[in-house]
């Protein structure tokens, strides 16, 4: 999948209120990175886990993370950048849907 198809999936899911993040980590490029970067994702506190896999879906191939997000909690952009650069990644887009609204975020204004 390109960034266009996640952008795609995410503005359709938007009729449906769903919350979701979609996340390009640069570098991610084996299983071991993918584990680290879900399990420290699946421990934060506005991480739906009855989506994916404890929350979190990640695309190697792709380089990108997808996450279910709580409906009912503020989602912290800066914290999901925070997480995947303390596992020694570099985050190159974030685009979360939250109440029917995608908002694309720009890294230089979070990490």
């Known amino acids: 999948m390109t960034i266009s198809d996640y952008q795609s999936a995410l503005v359709t899911g938007a009729s449906s209120g769903i919350g979701e993040a979609v996340v390009e980590v640069l570098g991610m490029v084996c299983s071991m990175c993918a584990f680290g970067i ?22 190697i191939d792709a380089q990108f993370v997808q996450l279910g997000l709580l409906e009912s909690t503020n989602i912290n952009p ?6 995947i650069q303390d596992a020694g990644y570099d985050v190159n887009l974030l685009f979360i849907l939250q109440n029917e609204k995608l908002t694309k975020f720009s890294t230089d204004k979070l990490g």
Request: no cysteine; charged share 35%; proline share 0%.
């Open 38 to 59: 879900g399990e420290g994702l699946a421990k934060t506190d506005f991480i739906d886990k009855s989506k994916f896999t404890d929350g979190v879906s990640v695309d």
């Open 78 to 83: 800066e914290k999901i950048v925070q997480v």
